[in-house]
């Protein structure tokens, strides 16, 4: 698995989960944990991170990115695999 980089466009999708900094906190640094409504940044990249639209309303650079809605449906369904082979193994 490569490495999800926000500086670029290409690794953020709605649905994403984020860490992003506010401009308020940019001195700070605090980051404020999010999923991704909006990708605001037009460009392929930026030098300080995509910006975005959380679903709270908050925007912010992308620091982090923590899963994409691609990664957390595989790991729903892995999960959801596990709990009925636990079942089926309980049942036996």
Do not use: C, W, Y
Request: charged share 35%.
């Amino acid at each position: 698995m490569s490495k999800k980089d926000g500086r670029f466009r290409k690794h953020i999708n709605p649905g994403s989960s984020v860490q992003i900094v506010l401009k308020e906190d940019q001195q700070s640094g605090h980051l404020t944990k999010g999923v991704v409504e909006e990708i605001l940044t037009g460009g392929a990249k930026h030098p300080h991170g995509i910006k975005v639209l959380l679903r709270s309303g908050k925007v912010g650079r992308v620091k982090k990115i923590l899963s994409s809605k691609k990664e957390r449906k595989v790991m729903g369904s892995l999960k959801k695999s596990s709990v009925q082979e636990a079942s089926k193994k309980e049942s036996i």
